[in-house]
Nanobody
């Protein structure tokens, strides 16, 4: 059974940091690109960062570039999103997703219909 389980969401003040984790199981992780999407209230879901099989195979949306960092464990089973300098506009439900084709990490992020599997989502709220 395929599972993607997010953890690490919560409430943080502007300027603070959070780290999200996505634990993958039930499929061969090194054959998949994995990424993070977010959906704020009343807005469309957007891909913000996706990764292939190494940290240098990564893509970031302009809105998070320089503030967020995606990484992947050596066993490929866990993907992290380190979020720094958080802003109120980062408030959203964050979901991880996986798509077949570890080299297609940009395509995964650019097309919300691309993922084969989704996690349940984690709320991130940035507020003072």
């Amino acid at each position: 059974q395929v599972q993607l389980v997010e953890s690490g969401g919560g409430l943080v003040q502007p300027g603070g940091s959070l780290r999200l984790s996505c634990a993958a199981s039930g499929f061969t992780p090194d054959q998949y690109a994995i990424g993070w999407f977010r959906q704020a209230a009343g807005k469309a879901r957007e891909g913000i960062s996706c990764i292939g099989t190494s940290d240098d195979m990564a893509w970031y949306a302009e809105s998070v570039k320089g503030r967020f960092a995606i990484s992947r464990d050596s066993d490929m089973n866990t993907v992290y999103l380190q979020m720094n300098s958080l802003k109120p506009e980062d408030t959203a439900v964050y979901s991880c997703a996986a798509g077949l084709g570890s080299g297609d990490y940009y395509y995964l992020c650019a097309h919300s219909g691309a993922p084969d599997y989704w996690g349940q989502g984690a709320q991130v709220t940035v507020s003072s």
